[in-house]
């Protein structure tokens, strides 16, 4: 092969990486907003238990406002911080296939991010009501989180390559 057909074969591997990133950070943001979606679902199947024990509840209404309040603000700062981070590492991936920004946080953070979803992962088959049976959503949610992981590993590895092939090229160009 020529340098020019060698350059060329680089280039058009870049050009695949890179929009693996840009299609990687489109399904993240995506899945960030099904982890949302699932942590409603989640809260609308399993309303929040306002009992203390078996024999204690909390009957003051004003305790029961309180507690209702703060767990409402519990939740909407969880999907604040969860849907940022999806969508910090999914527009740094889709800005780096688009303009080859290099901003290395967002590929530590996808890690960590992957780590995590793998560790809860596991719950999934974990019974929460003494049955040995696993249901059919948790099978589903847990194919979901299978594939945002795969997705995560995918844009990590898409990031590296295209950054080595883009010094690659430039350290042959000069």
Request: aromatic content about 10%.
């Amino acid at each position: 092969m020529s340098v020019k057909e060698l350059n060329s074969a680089e280039t058009v591997k870049l050009r695949r990486y890179r929009a693996s990133l840009v299609t990687d950070g489109i399904g993240i943001i995506t899945f960030g907003l099904w982890s949302i979606i699932k942590i409603i679902m989640t809260l609308l199947m399993q309303p929040l238990d306002l009992q203390l024990s078996d024999s204690e509840t909390i009957s003051d209404p004003t305790e029961r406002m309180l507690v209702i309040v703060f767990a409402v603000v519990f939740v909407i700062i969880s999907v604040a911080i969860i849907l940022g981070i999806h969508m910090f590492i999914g527009f740094s991936a889709y800005r780096e296939g688009r303009n080859g920004k290099k901003g290395s946080f967002y590929i530590v953070a996808a890690g960590l991010m992957a780590i995590f979803i793998c560790l809860t992962m596991t719950l999934y088959f974990v019974s929460t009501d003494g049955g040995q049976t696993v249901s059919l959503t948790s099978i589903a949610a847990f194919i979901i989180d299978l594939t945002t992981v795969i997705l995560l590993l995918d844009m990590i590895y898409a990031a590296f390559m295209s950054r080595k092939l883009a010094i690659q090229l430039e350290s042959k160009a000069i």
